[in-house]
């Protein structure tokens, strides 16, 4: 699977716990937020829940984590695109019911609040959890069906009540998007030469 981490300015002092806590499940690992340390431009979750989006629906990354202080403000962000299905993940029971029965793509985690000691502990068993089960599978089993049914249909109405993703930067103000793309290391991620939609790539060269 790639995985991309994107994680926004109150949350850069908790990258490398998200880093260490993705270890050994042989995931291919995409650090393109916020990292301890600074000297980059600060990104929101305004800007990180963009960019969440446009790695889903690009197909560069099959699951995104993301997060902010509460998990809320990147949640609400990134749930406005297209083609993103995110849980807020607090604990690892959340992990493991979000996996089977939504099957979601995104995850949104708590970062500063109730993140004392041992939180990068619990950063380990949420991911432990999250790749511990069949996703999508279903639970409680006599619930499988009905929830992939609920699944497919989420699936056709984000399709049905969003615009396309070329129409969206063209919506979306000029100065947010050009922080989101111009943070460093992301018109690499994207490889945007070779993106397949004509107009979504135009759109993103002109902004840049």
Known sequence: M????INETSAGGRNKDIIEALEGYGHEIFNLGMRQGGGDPELSYIETGLLAALALNLGKADFVIGGCGTGQGFLNSVMQYPNVFCGLITEPLDAWLFAQINGGNCISLALNKGYGWGGNINLKFIFEKLF?????????????????LSRRALKVISKQTHMGFASILEAIDRDTVR?????????????I???QDIALKERILSVL
Do not use: C, H, M, T
Request: aromatic fraction near 10%.
């Open 132 to 148: 511990s089960v069949e996703w999508g599978e279903g639970y409680p089993p006599e619930r499988k069906v009905p929830q992939q």
């Open 193 to 195: 030469a070779n993106i």
């Open 2 to 5: 790639k995985i991309a981490v």
């Open 179 to 191: 922080k989101a793309l111009g943070f460093p290391g992301i018109k690499e991620f994207l490889d």
